[in-house]
């Protein structure tokens, strides 16, 4: 167990490797079996064990991870090539993408194929945190924690380019020692400039919450953002990540975003958010709840949505209680457009009323303009 990139899959190749004498030859082969009802699962293999990808599975994995497992356990021999003589060995990645129905598929094959003492398999695990599906598992495993290569332990890797033995470098990569292979191939001296780093999922959530505090100031929200939102959802899913994963991600980015934004207030180069937001933000989502699903996100969108929807109405109270002190400050051009209208009201003619809006009907499905 351990986070993306610390080495769990290598570690456990180097444990396969020792107990066979044997060096794994890359790329694992790869194999697509066909199980079920026409389901088809593409399953990497060596002649000493299988490797099963969950977010390979997707949405079917509770129709498929049983089948695989029992074809894999209790074949005699599965690959012509498998040249283990005690327990078949196969390797879960990713587990935490594993669902309840898949998980208690998966326990009840260790009862039978893995647990008792004659069993003929063996079943390793890769994830990167405890969810509720593996709790179920969790008591037939040794928990073997693998964090990531320290800054410290960075720059002293043989393996590293000297060019990127960098406390820069470490972030960017986050602590993937292949990256900073790959990197070096294309830019032995170190990327010239920010743009030439690769892009981290943290910056996804970055750049999701600075787009939202850029558009705070809305006075209210639409059906455009409720769209952007769902499609935010639906990219942050794409990264394989369990819903209390995205949940913890836009924490830390609204976190992230206060840090940054002190910094350069204290250099003067920006306007502070009021802090109210920092702490309604963190408690919607504390109480959300992230049930990840790819068919109907709804929890996550909720979530999101309470979370932009705090953002917009403490901005406003913050607006308003600076107008009506008449101690607006530093407040960017966006903060103004909605202060000033209390200023000048009375030097504004009369207005007729706006007209009202009219709700979706079969003639007219759009209703007004939605801005």
């Known amino acids: 167990m351990g986070p993306s990139g610390s080495g769990k899959a290598s570690l456990a190749h180097r444990w396969i490797e020792e107990a066979h004498g044997v060096k794994l030859s890359y790329p694992l082969e790869s194999r697509v079996f066909s199980v079920g009802d026409g389901y088809e699962a593409r399953v990497l293999a060596s002649p000493y064990h299988f490797e099963i990808d969950i977010p390979n599975l997707s949405m079917q994995d509770k129709q498929i991870i049983g089948d695989l497992l029992t074809m894999f356990l209790s074949s005699a021999d599965v690959l012509n090539s498998l040249h283990t003589s005690t ?7 990713r587990a ?16 039978q194929m893995v647990f008792p003492a004659g069993a003929s398999g063996m079943l390793w695990i890769t994830t990167r945190e405890m969810t509720g599906a593996l709790a179920l598992l969790s008591d037939g495993f040794v928990r073997v924690p693998v964090p990531r290569v320290s800054a410290a332990a960075w720059s002293t890797m043989a ?24 990197m070096a191939a ?6 010239a400039h920010s743009a030439q780093w690769p892009r981290r999922i943290q910056d996804f959530y970055d750049e999701l919450v600075a787009e939202m505090m850029r558009n705070r100031f809305r006075k209210e929200p639409n059906l455009d953002i409720v769209l952007w939102i769902r499609a935010r959802v639906y990219d942050a899913l794409s990264f394989c990540q369990t819903g209390p994963e995205i949940v913890d991600s836009c924490a830390a980015a609204m976190v992230r975003y206060y840090e940054n934004t ?8 920006t306007v502070p958010a009021p802090p109210a937001i920092l702490w309604e933000v963190m408690r919607v989502l504390a109480e959300s709840e992230p049930h990840t699903s790819y068919r109907t996100p709804l929890a996550l969108e909720w979530a999101m949505l309470k979370m932009y929807d705090v953002m917009r109405r403490k901005t406003l109270t913050d607006v308003n209680e600076r107008s009506n002190s008449g101690s607006l400050g530093r407040l960017s051009g966006c903060a103004q457009t909605v202060a000033q209208p209390a200023a000048v009201t009375a030097q504004q003619p009369a207005k007729t009323p706006n007209k009202v809006r009219k709700r979706p009907s079969p003639k007219n499905p759009g209703g007004n303009n939605l801005g």
């Open 87 to 93: 327990r078949k060995l196969v390797l879960l990645r």
């Open 96 to 111: 935490h993408c594993l669902s309840l129905p898949a998980a208690i598929r998966v326990r009840a094959i260790l009862q």
């Open 159 to 182: 393996t590293i380019p000297d060019a990127y033995r960098t406390a820069e470098a470490w972030d960017r990569l986050e602590g993937h020692p292949e990256r900073a292979s790959a």
């Open 186 to 191: 294309l830019f032995p001296k170190g990327p």
């Open 262 to 269: 002190a910094t350069a207030t204290a250099t003067n180069t």
